[in-house]
């Protein structure tokens, strides 16, 4: 046995004594240890191995490698838990700044805005389908709901991906997909082309501030379970469907098209109408239209949708 090999089992001992006593401070905390577990057989003439069993006990020792009580006493890093409590307290963020925009707008029947607004309504009862929680929701998830390191990181994953600028962009596009498809079902193609027609912008309200999807839904799943036998339900379905159409041509007042021909293009004048700016189609330009039309224009909806929509 050399020097060296004599000094590297002393400080593997040390450092499995001062190991031992981390996880029996764990279990005080309520922490299951059976997953941890920073011991292992290391042949002791191996001076290199030695050392660097030593340097693996010295970081689990440290105090940069803690640890919290998921679920059942489920152990889950410390950091891990701390990052996770930091995408929620942006996702708050969020969530406080859609409620400042849209809080004191009005809610949509089919008979137009009603004296009720988002906050108020929200404030009532738990409204389904708004993208941020109701108004006075605030996310604060105590690590013993956590089960898992793999279950709080689907957690952070799914609020990473609300909190992304792109978020109602795509969540705008899976419910007109949704909605096409279902409306299939209802046999009322004025249903199915009012949907096709509104403007991202629209749909937005539609889907936000009035009770139009829960409506549809229902309407839905009435066709599909072939609740439509008799002759009052008919009258009931008519009366649904109106009701749904009124309801988009609300949405249509409060949420204007533009107008191609209120549409300037850089570069176009009265003889030449077809030349325009290369780097920014007429498409694009109609849906930046749309959006700086709705918020300046539109009494009701003021607030700027573009970090939204």
Same mark, same amino acid.
């Given at each position: 046995?050399?020097?060296?090999?004599?000094?590297?089992?002393?400080?593997?001992?040390?450092?499995?004594?001062?190991?031992?006593? @981390?996880?029996?401070?764990?279990?005080?905390?309520? %922490?299951?240890?059976?997953?941890?577990?920073?011991?292992?057989?290391?042949?002791?003439?191996?001076?290199?191995? *030695?050392?660097?069993?030593?340097?693996?006990?010295?970081?689990?020792?440290?105090?940069?490698?803690?640890? !919290?009580?998921?679920?059942? =006493? +489920? #152990?889950?890093?410390?950091?891990?838990?701390?990052?996770?409590?930091?995408?929620? &307290?942006?996702?708050?963020?969020?969530?406080?700044?859609?409620?400042?925009?849209?809080?004191?707008?009005?809610?949509?029947?089919?008979? =137009?805005?009603?004296?009720?607004? /988002?906050? /108020?309504?929200?404030? /009532?009862?738990?409204?389904?389908? *708004?993208?941020?929680?109701?108004?006075?929701?605030?996310?604060?998830? #105590?690590?013993?709901? %956590?089960?898992?390191?793999?279950? *709080?990181?689907?957690?952070?994953?799914?609020?990473?991906?609300?909190?992304? #600028? $792109?978020?109602?962009?795509?969540?705008?596009?899976?419910?007109?997909?949704?909605?096409?498809?279902?409306?299939?079902?209802?046999?009322?193609? &004025?249903?199915?082309?009012? %949907?096709?027609?509104?403007?991202?912008?629209? *749909?937005? !309200?539609?889907?936000?501030?009035?009770?139009? !999807?829960?409506?549809?839904?229902?309407?839905?799943?009435? $066709?599909?379970?072939?609740?439509?036998?008799?002759? +009052?339900?008919?009258?009931?379905?008519?009366?649904?469907?109106?009701?749904?159409? /009124? +309801?988009?041509?609300?949405?249509?007042?409060?949420? #204007? &098209?533009?107008?191609?021909?209120? %549409?300037?293009? @850089? =570069?176009?004048?009265? &003889?030449?109408?077809?030349? =325009?700016?290369?780097?920014?189609?007429?498409?694009?330009?109609?849906?930046?239209?749309?959006?700086?039309?709705?918020?300046?224009?539109?009494?009701?909806?003021?607030?700027?949708?573009?970090?939204?929509?």
């Amino acid at each position: 046995m050399t020097k060296a090999n004599e000094n590297a089992r002393a400080k593997v001992k040390d450092a499995e004594r001062r190991a031992r006593g @981390k996880i029996k401070r764990l279990q005080k905390k309520g %922490i299951r240890t059976g997953s941890i577990s920073p011991f292992k057989n290391v042949d002791q003439s191996n001076t290199r191995e *030695l050392n660097r069993y030593y340097n693996s006990l010295e970081k689990f020792i440290s105090r940069s490698t803690r640890f !919290v009580a998921g679920a059942d =006493g +489920t #152990p889950i890093p410390y950091n891990a838990y701390r990052d996770y409590r930091r995408v929620e &307290k942006e996702w708050n963020k969020v969530h406080n700044k859609y409620w400042r925009k849209f809080a004191d707008q009005p809610f949509l029947t089919a008979y =137009g805005e009603t004296d009720t607004t /988002m906050g /108020m309504r929200s404030r /009532m009862g738990h409204v389904k389908g *708004l993208p941020y929680g109701d108004i006075d929701y605030e996310r604060m998830t #105590p690590a013993d709901k %956590i089960r898992s390191l793999k279950d *709080l990181q689907r957690r952070k994953k799914a609020l990473e991906t609300e909190i992304s #600028p $792109s978020y109602q962009r795509k969540r705008t596009k899976e419910l007109r997909k949704n909605m096409l498809e279902f409306a299939q079902y209802l046999n009322n193609p &004025k249903i199915v082309n009012a %949907i096709k027609k509104l403007t991202n912008e629209q *749909l937005f !309200v539609l889907q936000n501030f009035t009770d139009f !999807v829960p409506l549809f839904y229902h309407r839905y799943n009435g $066709s599909v379970d072939g609740q439509n036998d008799t002759v +009052t339900d008919a009258m009931e379905d008519e009366a649904m469907n109106d009701h749904l159409l /009124m +309801t988009i041509e609300q949405v249509k007042a409060s949420a #204007p &098209k533009a107008k191609r021909s209120d %549409i300037k293009i @850089k =570069g176009q004048n009265k &003889k030449d109408k077809t030349k =325009g700016v290369k780097n920014k189609t007429a498409k694009t330009l109609s849906r930046e239209y749309n959006e700086r039309n709705f918020v300046e224009n539109s009494s009701k909806y003021s607030a700027d949708l573009r970090g939204f929509v």
